[in-house]
């Protein structure tokens, strides 16, 4: 595989924004975010494509892929769900707002429920909040350096 430079050129200024506070938080160098976020974005991209004859998602097979995925985007699933914005816990609500076997009772603990972090652990303030196997992930993948590994 060669390695080419590939320049980063009109990004929205908001995507630069958001890039910046990360690597400022996690303690990152912008190029690392910005590989790392190419790397999970081309894993979402895979999966919006039809597999091939030989079943496989862009070369990858589907237990794989979905095994990647579910790694790098736990944390992006708990937000949506704690917000209410998963597309499963939006056909729960609307399924337990039809459903008039469900006590108004139950309904506050399921809102509750659906409230709190999904995460138990809260990274303290001086704690990286970056899971470093995501890296070694997209590395094995061909994708990038391991975070471990500096160009």
Same mark, same amino acid.
């Given at each position: 595989?060669?390695?080419? /430079?590939?320049?980063?050129?009109?990004?929205?200024?908001?995507?630069?924004?958001?890039?910046?506070?990360?690597?400022?938080?996690?303690?990152?160098?912008?190029?690392?975010?910005?590989?790392?976020?190419?790397?999970?974005?081309?894993?979402?991209?895979?999966?919006?494509?039809?597999?091939?004859?030989?079943?496989?998602?862009?070369?990858?097979?589907?237990?794989?892929?979905?095994?990647?995925?579910?790694?790098?985007?736990? /944390?992006? +699933?708990?937000?949506?769900?704690?917000?209410?914005?998963?597309?499963?816990?939006?056909?729960?609500?609307?399924?337990?707002?039809?459903?008039?076997?469900? /006590?108004?009772?139950?309904?506050?603990?399921?809102?509750?429920?659906?409230?709190?972090?999904?995460?138990?652990?809260?990274?303290?303030?001086?704690?990286?909040?970056?899971?470093?196997?995501?890296? &070694? &992930?997209?590395?094995?993948?061909? +994708?990038?350096?391991?975070?471990?590994?500096?160009?």
């Amino acid at each position: 595989m060669s390695h080419q /430079s590939i320049p980063l050129r009109h990004l929205p200024a908001e995507t630069v924004a958001v890039a910046s506070a990360i690597a400022e938080q996690t303690g990152l160098s912008l190029s690392d975010v910005y590989r790392l976020a190419l790397g999970c974005g081309v894993l979402v991209e895979a999966t919006k494509i039809n597999p091939d004859p030989a079943g496989t998602y862009a070369g990858l097979e589907a237990a794989y892929l979905a095994k990647a995925l579910r790694r790098h985007l736990g /944390s992006a +699933i708990d937000l949506l769900l704690a917000h209410d914005e998963h597309p499963l816990s939006l056909a729960l609500l609307t399924a337990c707002n039809a459903s008039p076997s469900i /006590s108004t009772d139950d309904e506050g603990k399921a809102a509750a429920h659906r409230r709190a972090p999904m995460s138990a652990h809260q990274p303290a303030e001086d704690e990286v909040p970056f899971d470093p196997t995501l890296g &070694d &992930d997209l590395e094995s993948l061909g +994708i990038g350096l391991g975070l471990s590994q500096q160009p």
